[in-house]
């Protein structure tokens, strides 16, 4: 019984590797549809399946982003409680989540197809 739960370990261990590997691509995914603040990009990825992304692992993805120049970023202040700080897809951001989303979904079909090779 023991195995059961050092194999579930295991894959959440890999899930998050994997997160890691294309967050990037997420984050500029979820700003095509237009602006955004770091909790809503947040809870678009929960509500997509990916379980929740803490600050400490979205914010400095954002910041990477925002020095590339893939976003842009700006402080607005709230009427009731903290300010927010916005984000928006550049020129450059679109060009790159085109590029290496092509990417991304030719490596997913080559492991989908070994996968799929696997189960027959």
Not at 1 to 7: D, I, Q, T, V
Not at 56 to 72: D, F, I, K, Q
Not at 78 to 90: D, I, N, S
């Amino acid at each position: 019984m023991a195995e059961p739960a050092k194999s579930a370990r295991a894959v959440g261990d890999r899930r998050a590797s994997w997160l890691k590997g294309v967050l990037d691509l997420l984050v500029l995914a979820h700003l095509t549809e237009g602006e955004s603040y770091g909790y809503e990009i947040a809870k678009s990825l929960v509500d997509a399946g990916f379980g929740q992304i803490k600050g400490g692992t979205l914010y400095p993805v954002l910041n990477r982003l925002e020095e590339a120049g893939l976003v842009a970023a700006e402080f607005r202040a709230a009427a009731k409680g903290p300010g927010r700080r916005y984000y928006r897809l550049t020129h450059d951001g679109r060009a790159t989540l085109k590029e290496q989303g092509g990417l991304w979904l030719g490596f997913a079909a080559s492991v989908n197809a070994v996968l799929g090779k696997e189960a027959e």
